[in-house]
């Protein structure tokens, strides 16, 4: 079982950037397939990014490709979202999950991932 904590969300102003971070507990961080969703106000959540347990593979929705990078680093148990160019429209909760998976591509849906950070907010003003 893995512990996830988010960090890193604020307010900052349309164009600007922000980092993710998601610290996992636990061992064999590196087994685990990770991924970024966001839910804003009265909407349901979302899929954001994902990345393999190596970090060769990558995936993101199309609303967020050329802005935002998924990374992580195995040696610290963490996984990062790079947030460059913000729209008001990405103000929501974000939120890491995992799975331990060998898969290369990683699945986008909800329901795959077994565990779920509890989220940080992630507010862009016009």
């Known amino acids: 079982q893995v512990q996830l904590v988010e960090s890193g969300g604020g307010l900052v102003q349309a164009g600007g950037s922000l980092r993710l971070s998601c610290a996992a507990s636990?061992?064999?961080?590196?087994?685990?397939?990770m991924g970024w969703f966001r839910q804003a106000p009265g909407k349901e959540r979302t899929f954001v990014a994902n990345i393999n347990r190596s970090g060769s593979s990558t995936y993101y929705t199309d609303s967020v490709k050329g802005r935002f990078t998924i990374s992580r680093d195995n040696a610290k148990n963490t996984v990062y979202l790079q947030m460059n160019s913000l729209k008001p429209e990405d103000t929501a909760v974000y939120l890491c999950?995992?799975?331990?998976?060998?898969?290369?591509?990683?699945?986008?849906?909800?329901?795959?991932?077994?565990?779920w950070g509890q989220g940080t907010q992630v507010t862009v003003s016009s």
């Open positions: 999950a995992a799975r331990i998976s060998s898969e290369t591509v990683v699945p986008s849906w909800e329901d795959w991932y077994q565990y």
């Open positions: 636990g061992r064999a961080f590196s087994s685990y397939a």
